[in-house]
């Protein structure tokens, strides 16, 4: 199993209840675009003690984009992420007010 795959399912077992939906390899746009992990808050102020390194900065949207050590970052992975951002909260129908909600983290393996 691949070290983002396994990052994937840590968190789908570790946060995902009934206070947060997580959801992976989410479809967006017209190409075959997909988000590799979405976790949505249920509720506005809830605490975790699993994982705050990331609980701790969670907002109602998060957005994560993972690169394995194979998949080397690039200087335009920034700009991709912000873009399934902008298509995801397209696709949720969130207005450019509501994007305070919206977090995009960009996870790297090393």
Do not use: H, Q
């Amino acid at each position: 199993m691949s070290w983002d795959a396994f990052f994937k399912n840590i968190l789908k077992e570790e946060l995902g209840n009934k206070d947060l939906k997580v959801d992976s390899d989410i479809k967006v746009g017209k190409l075959p675009l997909s988000i590799d992990l979405v976790i949505k808050k249920k509720k506005e102020r809830l605490k975790y003690p699993k994982l705050p390194i990331i609980t701790k900065y969670l907002r109602k949207y998060n957005i994560f984009e993972f690169k394995s050590a194979y998949n080397k970052p690039k200087d335009t992975d920034i700009s991709k992420l912000t873009g399934y951002c902008g298509l995801y909260s397209e696709k949720m129908k969130i207005k450019i007010i509501g994007m305070k909600k919206v977090t995009c983290w960009y996870v790297v393996s090393r």
